[in-house]
């Protein structure tokens, strides 16, 4: 398995494309396709707030009924989301503009939206730019898709990725936005991955979800979960290897490998580009009951407001971490307790331990940051990912619509 250039692109049979609809007041681009040809097999992970863009209730309806699809259109600037009926209008409108573009069916066309709440989606700028982003659509379209892609990110975020399956090539890519309201269950993330193999669509759903949990549901930037999150995978099968079925059989494992570092390294560019971050903490347990309570613990640490600000003033002040743990909901024996910030130990088996205090501020300055607990004999462990909390959170999110 090697990491090749491409992103979304890098599969056989995906092409992408980015155009300036004028969504966005700066007028950089904001209107996105992803197109293959080929029917593909579709996911999708979605987020779990009450209050949903419409275009999540869409996709969700048509990768449950487990039919092929053909492509996502993504504008940015625009969550059309809490719009009412007109929210919904405009899915179907852009759904059945493009199917018409590319001579597909509208339920063949998947939408994403991200940016601001409340505001009607401008479909009369969607329908302008449409012809000429279809006819934009390119083999080497991907790192503009990742771009237009993008709302309060500093950095695109992409990679793809390649491998030999029984003699087959076969490529998986992926590009995500995602800076703030970035919280576990989804958060302001998208995530668009493409393949070319030839995959079972409830396996696959079954691996995007599986992923999903140790990935983009274990990164916190600030608590918020959004309207508009999803992670949507599409395979179109163009590698032409025998179709993957067995979810025990090697080729299920190596497959899902390859979306677990995908996704794994955009969830952590997420992570490292929260809004007005300066470094990126990535939280490590061992000792839990189970798998899942160590996450659970590692999510709470992460995402707690007194760590992230310590983190940011370079402050080891261990006990927040300590505490963070204790209110996580998990059960363990706080005398069994054991915490590391890099390979200075702070705590031992519940005791706290004399440390070089300014060697571990020194360490909190670098990037990454990582912290490790034990919280006893048990075998679960996990991880989650998070940044520090900065005075430029406050401003950009201050600002945000004015």
């Not at 080891?316 to 209110?327: D, V, Y």
């Amino acid at each position: 398995m090697k990491q090749i250039p491409g992103g979304i692109t890098a599969p056989q049979g995906w092409q992408a494309a980015a155009v300036a609809a004028q969504i966005k007041p700066s007028g950089k681009p904001d209107l996105t396709l992803i197109y293959s040809p080929t029917p593909a097999v579709a996911a999708g992970v979605y987020t779990r707030n009450l209050v949903r863009a419409y275009s999540v209730d869409y996709d969700q309806a048509i990768t449950q009924k487990q039919q092929p699809v053909h492509a996502i259109v993504i504008n940015s600037g625009n969550a059309n989301a809490a719009t009412g009926t007109r929210g919904m209008e405009a899915v179907h409108e852009t759904a059945g503009l493009f199917s018409s573009l590319l001579q597909i069916q509208p339920d063949q066309v998947l939408t994403a939206s991200t940016g601001v709440i409340g505001v009607p989606l401008p479909m009369e700028k969607i329908a302008q730019a449409a012809p000429s982003l279809v006819t934009a659509l390119s083999a080497t379209g991907s790192d503009q898709a990742a771009e237009a892609i993008m709302t309060t990110d500093l950095v695109a975020k992409t990679l793809a990725l390649e491998t030999d399956l029984d003699g087959v090539t076969i490529r998986l890519g992926g590009i995500a936005k995602g800076s703030g309201m970035i919280h576990p269950d989804m958060a302001t993330l998208l995530g668009f991955i493409t393949c070319d193999a030839a995959v079972e669509v409830n396996l696959w759903q079954t691996l995007l979800q599986e992923v999903t949990a140790l990935t983009f549901n274990q990164i916190t930037v600030d608590g918020d979960t959004s309207t508009n999150d999803l992670v949507l995978a599409l395979s179109n099968g163009q590698a032409g290897n025998a179709l993957i079925c067995d979810p025990d059989s090697p080729e299920a494992a190596i497959l899902k490998q390859m979306l677990t570092e995908v996704c794994l390294d955009l969830a952590k560019k997420i992570a490292r580009d929260g809004e007005g971050a300066t470094k990126l903490l990535e939280v490590q347990v061992s000792g839990a009951t189970t798998d899942q309570d160590a996450r659970k613990v590692a999510r709470t640490i992460a995402g707690s407001d007194l760590f992230k600000c310590a983190l940011f003033g370079c402050d080891p002040n261990w006990g927040r971490i300590a505490a963070a743990a204790g209110r996580a909901g998990v059960a363990f024996d706080p005398a069994h307790l054991a915490v590391w910030m890099g390979d200075i130990q702070l705590m031992a088996h519940g005791e706290p331990l004399t440390f070089d205090r300014a060697a571990a501020a020194a360490y909190l300055k670098g990037d990454p940051v990582l912290v490790r607990l034990d919280l006893g004999p048990a075998l679960g462990q996990g991880s989650a990912w998070g940044c520090d909390l900065t005075y430029d959170y406050v401003r950009i999110n201050g600002e945000y619509t004015t």
